[in-house]
């Protein structure tokens, strides 16, 4: 009889399924750890996410950011509505069409932006520096796949 504790383990390639949740669950502390790199506490993921497209499209409609977010137009209307509220971002009329608004990051949201990405991006620095060569060149490889995912 073979000792349970003793018996060599067999190796199986894991299934589709198991290789999916383990890929789901580190990319979410990932994306949770990185979360926490942000100038400003109060302001939400979802507020700082908008305010991260008014600043690198700006000005930007708030139909094109709730696009870009893909959420509805009311839904990103609330959030616009905050920043601009927390001094943020600005609205203004279009000089090409005077029913268009146009949102426009303050200089107090851009820094915040600035910050927001100059800390994560440090975060993230710090841990590429623990790695191999050979595994930089395989999350730079990753990176190409999981921005196809991002966008399907």
């Not at 979360?35 to 305010?51: F, G, H």
């Not at 490889?141 to 991002?150: S, V």
């Amino acid at each position: 009889m073979t000792d349970t504790l003793t018996a060599p383990a067999r190796s199986r390639r894991p299934t589709l399924a198991e290789q999916s949740t383990e890929f789901r669950l580190a990319v979410m502390r990932v994306a949770r750890r990185l979360r926490q790199e942000r100038a400003d506490t109060d302001i939400s993921a979802t507020q700082l996410a908008a305010l991260g497209w008014i600043t690198t499209e700006g000005p930007i409609t708030l139909g094109r950011i709730a696009e870009l977010e893909r959420v509805t137009p009311p839904s990103m209307n609330r959030t616009v509505n905050w920043l601009v509220g927390a001094g943020y971002a600005t609205r203004e009329a279009s000089p090409d069409d005077g029913r268009k608004v146009l949102l426009r990051a303050t200089p107090e949201g851009a820094a915040i932006i600035r910050e927001t990405r100059r800390r994560r991006d440090a975060w993230i620095a710090k841990r590429y520096t623990a790695l191999t060569p050979d595994e930089r060149e395989t999350l730079a490889k990753a990176t190409t796949i999981l921005r196809r995912l991002a966008d399907q």
